[in-house]
């Protein structure tokens, strides 16, 4: 009887971890939406920037930050979901996962130090938009090198592959570990894999992580943020050559 018990309880644990697992995909594809539309607005207030539109500007933007508020929930709820499938138990009592789950995601609300209106979407958002009419110009009440420190952040833990040294921006196939979210070059830590004398440690410096090859993948995330790191990449490019070009007037200037 012990081990029938055993049995069932393993079976229920692991309908229990699909069903997170589906829920997690599914909400992973709203947070991906939730996403670009951020981008999207972005862009749709560097429009209305150029054409003078400060109030819609600014409406746009407090949209923007009850998105990116709303996208952080998205976040928290995955893990959540994701932290109660992997650890779950069932017991000798029916369990309320409705209020399991609500407990588990306030948990982590509590715990969070995000805020939306610092969220680096939204400081993306205001950047672009400051840098219509003054691009290379730090953004009021910032200095110089705050605006150059922030232009070029983002969530992706390293920017060039360990192994090949190539940037990810320039990688044909980048893929995440799922494990320590470390990013590399496909073909390059497949092979690290496979090599007896690496024992699949992550070859980022100080990372403890054993990697597996079915847990490095392209997820959802990654070409998103990518393209991100692209743009901000080009943005900061673009504000080095201003910034160029007015010492050269200066030069000229005390000639």
């Known amino acids: 009887m012990a081990s029938t018990s055993a049995s069932r309880g393993d079976g229920v644990s692991g309908r229990l971890r699909n069903a997170a ?3 997690c995909n599914d909400n992973q594809s709203l947070i991906v939406e939730a996403r670009k539309v951020l981008t999207l607005m972005k862009e749709v207030g560097v429009d209305l920037e150029r054409d003078n539109e400060s109030q819609m500007v600014k409406e746009l933007e407090d949209a923007a930050i009850q998105l990116a508020e709303t996208y952080g929930d998205c976040m928290l709820q995955s893990s959540a979901i994701e932290s109660i499938g992997n650890s779950y138990q069932p017991g000798t009592e029916l369990t309320d996962f409705k209020k399991l789950l609500m407990e588990e995601f306030a948990k982590r609300k509590a715990s969070s130090s995000s805020i939306p ?3 680096h979407l939204i ?3 205001r950047e672009a938009v400051w840098n219509v009419h003054h691009v290379g110009e730090p953004m009021p009440g910032e200095e110089q090198e705050d605006i150059i420190m922030t232009s070029t952040q983002s969530n992706l833990l390293n920017i060039t592959c ?3 040294g190539k940037p990810i921006t320039e990688l044909a196939e980048p893929v995440r570990s799922a494990e320590c979210k470390h990013i590399y070059d496909k073909t390059a830590i497949m092979a690290y894999i496979k090599s007896k ?9 100080g990372c403890p992580r054993i990697l597996q090859a079915a847990k490095l993948v392209c997820d959802a995330f990654l070409l998103i943020e990518i393209e991100e790191l692209k743009s901000m990449s080009k943005q900061a490019a673009r504000t080095e050559v201003v910034e160029d070009f007015t010492a050269l007037d200066d030069e000229e200037d005390n000639e």
């Open 117 to 119: 209106e610092k969220d």
């Open 21 to 23: 697992a589906t829920l």
């Open 162 to 164: 360990p192994l090949s």
């Open 197 to 205: 004398n690496t024992n699949g440690r992550c070859p980022i410096a």
């Open 123 to 125: 400081r993306h958002f």
